[in-house]
């Protein structure tokens, strides 16, 4: 299951949730097909104005930014950086759409590899076939 989380400021998150989470789901949607839609997990992370900060010292603007989390295994296919950038793109397309084109240059995309041996659902570890 695919998770996407965004960080944003709350007061430019207030108002633009569902926009945020369609456009975030289309994202992964773009790259991977319409199959994975109903696995795309959106979190929506708004940061209280005084609690991001740059350089020490608090920020009243920033650039969202998209953390997407899957499994490690797509890093080391033989079209990895073909699928990193595409990624990269829709992802930052979709956070434009929503916040405008202004934040375009500042917004962060981070790709996370998750082995499933590190992972766990329902109290089991991912692909743990032993019984409980």
Same mark, same amino acid.
């Not at 773009?30 to 979190?43: I, L, M, N, P």
């Not at 009243?60 to 950038?85: I, K, L, N």
């Not at 434009?96 to 500042?106: P, S």
């Given at each position: 299951?695919?998770?996407?989380?965004?960080?944003?400021?709350?007061?430019?998150?207030?108002?633009?949730?569902?926009?945020?989470? +369609?456009?975030?789901?289309?994202?992964?949607?773009?790259?991977? $097909?319409?199959? +994975?839609?109903?696995?795309?997990?959106?979190?929506?992370? $708004?940061?209280?104005?005084?609690?991001?900060?740059?350089?020490?010292?608090?920020?009243?603007?920033?650039?969202?930014?998209?953390?997407?989390?899957?499994? =490690?295994?797509?890093?080391?296919? =033989?079209?990895?950086? +073909?699928?990193? +950038?595409?990624?990269?793109?829709?992802?930052?397309?979709?956070?434009?759409?929503?916040? $405008?084109?202004?934040?375009?240059? =500042?917004?962060?995309?981070?790709?996370?590899?998750?082995?499933?041996?590190?992972?766990?659902?329902?109290?089991?570890?991912? $692909?743990?076939?032993?019984?409980?």
């Amino acid at each position: 299951m695919p998770h996407v989380t965004l960080y944003a400021l709350e007061k430019d998150l207030a108002g633009h949730e569902t926009e945020a989470i +369609a456009a975030l789901t289309g994202a992964v949607v773009s790259v991977y $097909g319409e199959w +994975a839609r109903s696995s795309v997990d959106v979190r929506l992370i $708004g940061i209280p104005t005084g609690r991001w900060a740059r350089g020490g010292v608090p920020v009243t603007t920033a650039a969202p930014s998209v953390v997407f989390g899957m499994r =490690e295994e797509v890093f080391t296919r =033989e079209d990895a950086p +073909a699928v990193v +950038a595409r990624l990269v793109a829709a992802f930052t397309e979709s956070v434009t759409a929503v916040f $405008g084109n202004d934040c375009r240059n =500042e917004i962060l995309v981070e790709l996370v590899g998750q082995p499933t041996s590190r992972s766990g659902l329902g109290g089991k570890v991912i $692909g743990d076939s032993s019984p409980t």
